[in-house]
T-cell receptor, first 113, second 114 residues
Framework: AQTVTQSQPEMSVQEAETVTLSCTYDTSENNYYLFWYKQPPSRQMILVIRQEAYKQQNATENRFSVNFQKAAKSFSLKISDSQLGDTAMYFCAFLNAGNMLTFGGGTRLMVKP | DGGITQSPKYLFRKEGQNVTLSCEQNLNHDAMYWYRQDPGQGLRLIYYSQIVNDFQKGDIAEGYSVSREKKESFPLTVTSAQKNPTAFYLC?????????????FGSGTRLTVV
């Protein structure tokens, strides 16, 4: 079974600055997908970014990028030019060969004006 | 537009009652899932279904039941055997073959025991 660990329960960042959220995972699989989801106060889960394990290149979506270190089983999310609307819970998730998604415990991010 | 609809948004249950949470999707997804989220915590898997007329228990299935009679629908019943049902419940679906889109989520149901 996979485990996903987010070691930062809460973080804060000043508006316009950059913040990095950490995620590590444990698996014996070689081919898998990793995701970051955002859950704002509305509680809607929104896909932020995804990474395919067989791709060396780190995924990027506008202000969001990841640092995927497969050997270290690390998958951090960097948010550049933070905006007030980025305030939310962020969940790291692992998709295994059986199409089952396992979530980390989440990091609550507060963007301060 | 395609998506997942959960209803109701808020639900109140009296002690000893069974209640059913609705989840409907029009994305033509094969797989559907139910998660429970407690305050400040991550998502825990209750039940999942990879195909119509088949479903499997997740990590915290005790006190819950599901059915999957139609591809579009995956209702969750919270039974009186669930001793602490107050939580936020999220339904999700996926194309079922590990596509890169991951899961699509509904907007959730907040269940409170009164």
């Amino acid at each position: 079974a996979q485990t996903v660990t987010q070691s930062q329960p809460e973080m804060s960042v000043q508006e316009a600055e950059t913040v990095t959220l950490s995620c590590t995972y444990d698996t014996s699989e070689n081919n898998y997908y990793l995701f970051w989801y955002k859950q704002p106060p509305s509680r809607q889960m929104i896909l932020v970014i995804r990474q395919e394990a067989y791709k060396q290149q780190n995924a990027t979506e506008n202000r969001f990028s990841v640092n995927f270190q497969k050997a270290a089983k690390s998958f951090s999310l960097k948010i550049s030019d933070s905006q007030l609307g980025d305030t939310a819970m962020y969940f790291c998730a692992f998709l295994n060969a059986g199409n089952m998604l396992t979530f980390g415990g989440g990091t609550r991010l507060m963007v301060k004006p | 537009d395609g998506g997942i609809t959960q209803s109701p948004k808020y639900l109140f249950r009296k002690e000893g009652q069974n209640v059913t949470l609705s989840c409907e999707q029009n994305l033509n997804h094969d797989a559907m899932y139910w998660y429970r989220q407690d305050p400040g915590q991550g998502l825990r898997l209750i039940y999942y279904s990879q195909i119509v007329n088949d479903f499997q228990k997740g990590d915290i299935a005790e006190g819950y039941s599901v059915s999957r009679e139609k591809k579009e629908s995956f209702p969750l019943t919270v039974t009186s055997a669930q001793k602490n049902p107050t939580a936020f419940y999220l339904c999700a679906s996926s194309i079922g073959d590990r596509g890169p889109s991951g899961y699509t989520f509904g907007s959730g149901t907040r269940l409170t025991v009164v």
